[in-house]
């Protein structure tokens, strides 16, 4: 079974649907959650559901950097660390085919909460979990990512960008041959990722290339140790 006991997890948009799922699920392997959500009445029911000894609410606007700060603040404050900063939140949309049906407002405000929200929520994440030398930065994207017509272009964009937002992000945060998680690769390190995808918990992953590197793979460009000498 996954464990996550003794980790504490800030998760935004985690009052209904998904996130909710989320906090259910990592506060069930043992994590100690912060719910940060703008839907006060549904964030306090879930929080409630699992007790204040496991879960905490706090009001919290992703657009809003004040916001995402005083979260991560409460949440240092309150447990001692920041292990798992989740970007949950975000907001979708009826496809619309047609690129004239869709209207620049509602385009803007899917980029300001969908994108805008995880840059700010990864910022403020980075900045108590680099001096820690460990932490974990999860974003939630969509199939709108590589399938276009399956969402409104507005949230596609929004999903295109945050993937390149992610492989940026962890880049620039890593600085040497290893990962934001501070670990060295062991063979059990392999193991338990073919592990998870042995499990049921892996049930609804199918074709799917699990690179277990620590980050090898995206940060050898910030290195430049694979590109050839000037001329």
């Known amino acids: 079974m996954v464990g996550l006991e003794g980790k504490v997890a800030l998760i935004t948009g985690g009052a209904n649907n998904i996130g909710a799922c989320i906090v259910k699920i990592f ?45 991560i603040d409460k949440t240092v404050s309150t447990y001692g660390k920041l292990d798992i900063m989740f970007n949950n939140a975000r907001i979708n949309d009826p496809p619309k085919p047609r690129i004239i049906d869709n209207k620049k407002a509602d ?30 930065i999860l974003s939630t994207t969509s199939l709108g ?3 276009c017509r399956a969402s409104s272009h507005a949230y596609c964009c929004s999903k295109h960008a945050l993937v390149g937002l992610d492989d940026y992000d962890f880049e620039k945060v890593t600085t040497t041959l290893g990962n934001l998680k501070g670990v060295t690769l062991w063979a059990d390190n392999v193991v338990n990722g073919a592990l998870y995808l042995a499990s049921d918990e892996a049930k609804y992953v199918n074709g799917h290339n699990l690179f277990i590197d620590g980050g090898f793979g995206i940060v050898n460009s910030a290195f430049k140790i694979f590109q050839y000498p000037d001329a």
Do not use: W
Request: glycine share 8%; with cysteine.
């Open 107 to 136: 385009f803007e405000r899917f980029l300001t909460i969908n994108m805008t929200g995880v840059f700010l929520g990864m910022k403020n994440a980075a900045r108590v979990m680099v001096p820690a030398r460990s932490g974990c």
């Open 145 to 147: 990512s590589n399938l």
């Open 27 to 71: 506060a069930q392997h043992g994590a100690e959650i912060i719910i940060a959500d703008v839907e006060d009445d549904l964030g306090q029911s879930v929080s409630e559901s699992l007790g204040p000894s496991n879960c905490t609410y706090i009001h919290c606007d992703v657009t809003n950097e004040d916001h995402i700060k005083n979260a």
